[in-house]
């Protein structure tokens, strides 16, 4: 069995009736509201900058869609600095990088974890072109063949700002979830992030704000019906 002393811990999975756990299963619930007439498959999670919780947002969002009894695939797309081997404690000797270069087949790239219905396809191999892979008629034709198989496939990007490769996925995904630290990042990056998804015609379903203090929580709920903006 495969073990990681890099494993990040998912809230979801330790302790499913926190706060925390129960703020992921309304993030659920919105995206699904969000698609009364159109259902999104396909959601790709990814931040303008890095380390904003975007890994941390799309584990436990993934583990919350497999709570319902759905069949999960979450997809490690970040070929840079993959981290979904090291969460779920799976290995990655074997992944998306050689599923698409015909390295290995489905069977061996699909790993399954500890959470019924979740399953992980890990980055596999750090190839020296990410951009052309993520990019490529392969690619495209691997996630038609994943829909088939799955209910949800939740895939995780490199930063929005950093390399081209979320924009490349954003087009082949439902829609976009864009995770935000509200205490780091300033807003003319967002602003640049969101352009960035909006130049490839990305469905933005919303943002995910991050390290929020409990004052700003309490102030967010102090009027029912109020709208953020």
């Not at 490839?200 to 029912?224: D, M, R, T, W």
Request: hydrophobic residues 40%; glycine residues 4%; neutral net charge.
């Amino acid at each position: 069995m495969f073990r990681s002393d890099k494993r990040r811990p998912v809230i979801t999975m330790i302790n499913p009736k926190s706060p925390i756990s129960e703020g992921y299963r309304t993030l659920r619930t919105n995206i699904q509201f969000s698609s009364v007439d159109k259902h999104y498959q396909t959601l790709m999670i990814t931040s303008s900058e890095p380390m904003e919780g975007k890994s941390t947002t799309i584990n436990n969002l993934a583990v919350v869609y497999a709570q319902m009894n759905k069949k999960v695939l979450l997809i490690d797309a970040d070929l840079r600095k993959p981290t979904a081997h090291h969460t779920f404690q799976v290995s990655n000797r074997h992944g998306l990088t050689d599923l698409i270069t015909n390295q290995c087949s489905l069977e061996m790239a699909i790993k399954e974890t500890d959470i019924p219905n979740l399953y992980i396809l890990t980055a596999g191999s750090i190839p020296p072109n990410p951009s052309e892979i993520l990019a490529s008629q392969k690619m495209s034709g691997q996630l038609d063949e994943l829909k088939e198989l799955f209910d949800f496939i939740l895939i995780d990007t490199p930063p929005v700002l950093a390399v081209s490769d979320a924009q490349i996925i954003a087009t082949k995904c439902d829609g976009v979830i864009l995770v935000v630290d509200a205490g780091k990042v300033k807003r003319e990056l967002v602003q640049k992030a969101k352009s960035s998804l909006e130049f490839v015609k990305a469905h933005i379903l919303g943002v995910v704000l991050n390290k929020i203090s409990q004052k700003e929580i309490a102030n967010s709920y102090s009027y029912y019906g109020g709208e953020v903006e």
